[in-house]
C-alpha cells in the first residue's frame, strides 16, 4: 500500500448512481462499491472509518442520523471487480466521497470496505423468555455471537437491551455462555458468548420442600435445571430469592444448607452468593456464577424455605399426642431424641397448634415404632422460635440416631396414667406407667422419696408427702415382657407429672428386680382407704 500525501480529486462525475453498496444484510449495509470506467469497483478500507461510512450513507440518500458504521476485512464480501482505492481518509464534513483524500494503488481483495448506514441488527437466542439469551449479532450475513468471560458492562447490556425495545434498568448480562454455545462467525463454538437477560428474570424453581414456597432452589440455564451451593449463602440471598417467588420474607423464613431439601442433579450453577437483598433477580447478585463453581457436587445444594413452613404432622392417638414426624425429601420422617428439652418441646408444640402449652405436657422417647428417615437430631431451639426449621440441630440426623430414639410427645398435657399393682393395699404397689399404648414399669435409679411424692399426687392421694419409695421390686418384678420405660427421676416432690421430673425415657440398663413402688399412704390400714 502506498500513501499519497495530498488530495488528488476523483475526475469523475458524482451522481447517486455512481456509488453503491452490495451484498448487504438489509438495504442499509453492504460492500461499499464505485463504478469507474464502465465498472464497479470496491474500494479499500485502509483508513475508510465512521467518517467516511456517514458519507457514504449521506450519498446514498439513507437517513443514518450519524450512526453509519464502516467495515474492514471484505465482511460484506469482495465483488468482482479490482479494488479502485488503496487508501482513503475523510475529515468528516466532506458530502462526496471523492472530496476525501484519496490514494489509488493496489489493495487486497481481502480488504474491501463496508458500511452499515443503519443499527446493527441483534437477537437473543436461546434464552428462557424472549428478552434473555445468547447476544447474537447479525454481521457480514451471518449472525455471530460477542466473547466474553466477564460479563457485559451495564452501558452495553442498556444499549442492546433497548436496540431490542426493552428499557429496564434491572437488565443484566452474562458471560461464559450462559445461554449456551453459538456456532457461528466470529466465534466458533465459544465457551465465553455472552448472554443478556433484558427483563431481568431468571427462571427459579423450588424443589421436593412440600410446599409452594419451599425446597431445592433451582435455576435454568440452557434448557437444565441447576442447583445453587450453600456456602456463603445467607439472608440477603433468601430475601432475593423469596422476592423472586413473589412474597417477601418474614422471620419464620429461613435457609438450609448441605442438601437438606435433596441433591439436585445437572450443574451446580452459582455459590458463594453476595446479593444484598434488594435485587429484583438473582442474576443481579454477585458470587461465584457457573462455570466458576465446582459442576457435580450437589452435597451443598442450598434449600430456601420462604414462608418459614415445614410440614409436620403428628402421628398418635389424637391430634396433641404422639410421634412427631417431618416432611423431608417427600416423605414424613423422625426427630431424634439426643438433647432434645423442654425448649424443643414448646416448639414442635407451637407447630403442632399448641401455642401455651402447659407444664403437664411432656416428651417421650419411643423405641421402635417410627419409620422412615430421621430428619433431625441435636434439636436445640430457645423456645421462641415459629418452626424448628429456625432451630440449631443436624439436618439430616446424625447416623446414631435410629428409631430407638424418635421423640414422642404429649403438647396436650392429658394427666400422666399411673397405676399399682400386685400391692397388699389399694394405696401401694409396683409403679406401673402408661406409656405409648402400653403399661410398663419405672427402674429404680436415683430413685428416692420425692419421686415416690409425685407418683402419689398424680394417683390423687390426700397427703402425697406422706409416700414411701420402695426399690429393687419391693412388690415383685413385672413380667418380662411388661417393658421399662423410664429411670432417673429427678422430681424435687412438687411436680404434677413424671415428665416434669426430666427423667431418661429409657431404660437398657435396667431389669424387672430394680423395678420401683410406692407407698402412698404408709399409716393407714387397708380397710380405711381400701
Ligand atoms: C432522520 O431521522 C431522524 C429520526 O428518525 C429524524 O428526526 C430526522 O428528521 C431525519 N432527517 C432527515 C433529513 O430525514
Ligand atoms: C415470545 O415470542 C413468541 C414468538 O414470537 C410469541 O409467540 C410469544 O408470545 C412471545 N412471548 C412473550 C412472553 O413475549
Ligand atoms: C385438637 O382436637 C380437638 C378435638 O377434636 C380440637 O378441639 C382442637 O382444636 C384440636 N387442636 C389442634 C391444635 O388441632
Ligand atoms: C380397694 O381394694 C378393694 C379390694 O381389696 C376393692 O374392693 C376396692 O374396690 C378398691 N377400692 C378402690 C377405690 O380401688
Known amino acids: 500500500m502506498a500513501f499519497v500525501i ?93 472530496d476525501c483524500s484519496v490514494s489509488f494503488d493496489t489493495c487486497s481483495q481481502k480488504e474491501a470496505a463496508g458500511v452499515q448506514c443503519d443499527s446493527t441488527r441483534i437477537r437473543l437466542v436461546n434464552g428462557p423468555t424472549n428478552t434473555s439469551g445468547r447476544v447474537e449479532i447479525l454481521h457480514g450475513g451471518t449472525w455471530g455471537t460477542i466473547c466474553g468471560s466477564s460479563s457485559l458492562d451495564a452501558r452495553s447490556v442498556k444499549v442492546m437491551c433497548r436496540m431490542l425495545g426493552i428499557d429496564n434498568p434491572n437488565a443484566f448480562g452474562y ?59 445467607d439472608k440477603h440471598d433468601l430475601q432475593v430469592v423469596c422476592r423472586m417467588l413473589g412474597v417477601a420474607i418474614t422471620s419464620n423464613s429461613f435457609f438450609m444448607t448441605n442438601g437438606y431439601y435433596g441433591q439436585g442433579t445437572g450443574d451446580v450453577l452459582a455459590k458463594d452468593l453476595t446479593c444484598q437483598g ?59 431424641s439426643t438433647n432434645f428439652d423442654r425448649l424443643d418441646l414448646i416448639v414442635v408444640c407451637r407447630m403442632l397448634g399448641f401455642d401455651n402449652i402447659p407444664k403437664s405436657a411432656y416428651w417421650y422417647v419411643t423405641p421402635g415404632i417410627g419409620l422412615g428417615e430421621i430428619v433431625v437430631s441435636g434439636l436445640a431451639c430457645n423456645g421462641i422460635e415459629s418452626g424448628i426449621g429456625h432451630c440449631g440441630g443436624t439436618w439430616p440426623a446424625v447416623t446414631s440416631c435410629t428409631h430407638d430414639n424418635d421423640v414422642y410427645v404429649n403438647c396436650a398435657g392429658v394427666p400422666e396414667t399411673v397405676r399399682l399393682v400386685d400391692g397388699k393395699t389399694n394405696y401401694s404397689g409396683r409403679v406401673e406407667f402408661y406409656h405409648v399404648g402400653e403399661w410398663g414399669t419405672i427402674c429404680d435409679s436415683s430413685f428416692d422419696r420425692p419421686d415416690a411424692v409425685v407418683i402419689c399426687r398424680i394417683l390423687g ?29 429427678h422430681c424435687n416432690g412438687l411436680e404434677k407429672t413424671l415428665g416434669q421430673c426430666n427423667p431418661t425415657w429409657t431404660s437398657s440398663s435396667c431389669s424387672h428386680t430394680q423395678d420401683i413402688g410406692v407407698d402412698c399412704c404408709p399409716n393407714c390400714q387397708a380397710a380405711i382407704i381400701g
Open 6 to 98: 495530498g488530495v488528488i480529486k476523483l475526475k469523475i462525475e458524482t451522481s447517486g448512481s455512481f456509488i453503491r453498496i452490495q451484498d448487504g444484510d438489509t438495504a442499509h449495509s453492504g460492500r461499499v462499491e464505485i463504478y469507474s470506467k464502465g465498472d464497479w469497483h470496491p474500494i479499500c478500507s485502509y483508513g475508510f472509518d465512521a467518517r467516511a461510512a456517514n458519507i457514504v450513507c449521506g450519498m446514498l440518500g439513507i437517513n443514518n442520523t450519524g450512526i453509519a458504521k464502516a467495515y474492514t476485512s471484505s465482511v460484506y464480501g469482495h465483488g468482482t471487480g479490482t479494488l479502485l482505492t488503496s487508501y482513503i481518509r475523510c475529515q468528516g464534513s466532506e458530502t462526496n466521497l471523492m
Open 175 to 233: 458471560a461464559n455462555a450462559w445461554y449456551g454455545e453459538g456456532e457461528t462467525f466470529p466465534i466458533l463454538r465459544s465457551s465465553y458468548d455472552v448472554g443478556l437477560n433484558c427483563d431481568a428474570k431468571t427462571p427459579i424453581r423450588l424443589i421436593d420442600g412440600g410446599t409452594e414456597l419451599s425446597g431445592r432452589l433451582e435455576i435454568l440455564r440452557n434448557g437444565y435445571w441447576g442447583t445453587v451451593g450453600s456456602t456463603g449463602f
Open 278 to 336: 434488594g435485587e429484583v433477580d438473582i442474576g443481579l447478585c454477585g458470587g461465584n456464577w457457573w462455570p466458576r463453581t465446582v459442576p457435580g457436587d450437589h452435597s451443598q445444594d442450598v434449600g430456601v424455605n420462604c414462608d418459614g413452613v415445614i410440614p409436620m404432622r403428628i402421628n398418635g392417638d389424637s391430634n396433641s399426642t404422639g410421634l412427631v414426624e417431618v416432611l423431608h425429601n417427600g416423605d414424613y420422617g423422625t426427630v431424634c
Open 461 to 489: 392421694f390426700p397427703h402425697p408427702e406422706r409416700a414411701v419409695a420402695h426399690r429393687s421390686a419391693h412388690f415383685g418384678a413385672a413380667q418380662s415382657h411388661v417393658p421399662i420405660v423410664m429411670t432417673e427421676l
